[in-house]
């Protein structure tokens, strides 16, 4: 199974930008996935999940800035991010709980490559 991301760049404070990660391979079914972000210097933090009934978490910093969804036909999330800060400046990786087999409950967890999301100001 492979998360591939895109939709990271260079945006001035204010923007927008809209991140996208599908999911490929060997796929039953999808759990949880999520957004998670590493700025320089720092650990890695949640930003946003969504279970495969649609239930959303949000960190507190991206509360009504950011929108989290998926199309789970396309074994696909997204990240919507609006009004954007320098401090949201690091890099964005997804996140999938991925369930392989239809005969086996086990669950996987798989990571992206991480997509740069510069914000300046």
């Known amino acids: 199974v492979q998360l591939q991301a895109s939709g990271g760049g260079l945006v001035q404070a204010g923007g927008s930008l809209r991140l996208s990660c599908a999911a490929s391979?060997?796929?039953?079914?999808?759990?949880?996935m999520g957004w998670y972000r590493q700025a320089p210097g720092k650990q890695r933090e949640l930003v946003a999940t969504?279970?495969?009934?649609?239930?959303?978490n949000y960190a507190d910093s991206v509360k009504g800035r950011f929108t989290i969804s998926r199309d789970n036909a396309k074994n696909t999330v997204y990240l919507q991010m609006n009004s954007l800060k320098p401090e949201d400046t690091a890099v964005y990786y997804c996140?999938?709980?991925?369930?392989?087999?239809?005969?086996?409950?086990?669950?996987?967890?798989?990571w992206g490559q991480g997509t740069l999301v510069t914000v300046s100001s």
């Open positions: 969504i279970t495969n009934h649609w239930s959303t």
């Open positions: 996140n999938a709980e991925v369930i392989r087999y239809y005969n086996s409950p086990r669950v996987y967890d798989y």
């Open positions: 391979g060997s796929i039953f079914s999808i759990n949880d």
